[in-house]
Structures are given as C-alpha cells and as structure tokens.
Nanobody, 119 residues
Framework: QVQLVESGGGLVQAGGSLRLSCAASGSIRSINDMAWYRQAPGKQRDLVAVITSGGSTNYADSVKGRFTISRDNAKNTVYLQMNSLKPEDTAVYYC?????????????WGQGTQVTVSS
C-alpha cells in the first residue's frame, strides 16, 4: 500500500506565500516523476509543476517565476513553494507521484489541500 499525505494549504492575502508538502509512504521501491496539479471550482484539474527523478522541472506558464517545485528523495517528499500569490491561484492542490512498488508502477494522488488567495 502507498499513501500520499499533503499539508500546507490555507488562506493567504494576494502577494503572500505558502509552501505545500506531499509525503509518500508505504511499500515504495522507487519514485519517478512528482507533480502538483490544481483544480478550481467548475474547472478541470490542470498541471502546475512537475519534477523528474533527475531533478528537471517544468511549470505551467501561469506560475513560472512565482512557484518552485522541489523534492527530498530521502523523505519521499515533494514541495511547492508558492510566492506572489494571486486570487486566480485559488484552487484545491493535488500532488501526483509515480511510484514503483514491489508489484507494479502506478500514479498516486494526494487527498488535496485547499489554497485560497484573497484580494
């Protein structure tokens, strides 16, 4: 079994910062790509940022220069540092991690954490 536990969401004023964390645990042999998605009310879930096992990163255009994704392989954790937050960043943020267990490789989702940015 694999579990992803997210933390760090909350309410912040425009221009503020938040740091999200997503920790994986369970029968993990290796972790490949780690990513953050977000879903605003009434909208589809969109990719925000991704980091490969080698440390390469990619960002949605809307967050480039404001958000930073990073990972701590020793802790099986991915982070999303969000600076200069805007009201349009308000959404539920989900981590998505590709994990290889003894039996198979699969993508796992976190439970989601609410980020609300007030104007």
């Amino acid at each position: 079994q694999v579990q992803l536990v997210e933390s760090g969401g909350g309410l912040v004023q425009a221009g503020g910062s938040l740091r999200l964390s997503c920790a994986a645990s369970g029968s993990i042999r290796s972790i490949n790509d780690m990513a953050w998605y977000r879903q605003a009310p009434g909208k589809q879930r969109d990719l925000v940022a991704v980091i490969t096992s080698g440390g390469s990163t990619n960002y949605a255009d809307s967050v480039k220069g404001r958000f930073t994704i990073s990972r701590d392989n020793a802790k099986n954790t991915v982070y999303l540092q969000m600076n200069s937050l805007k009201p349009e960043d308000t959404a539920v943020y989900y981590c998505n991690v590709r994990i290889r267990t003894i039996l198979y490789e699969n993508n796992y989702w976190g439970q989601g954490t609410q980020v609300t940015v007030s104007s």
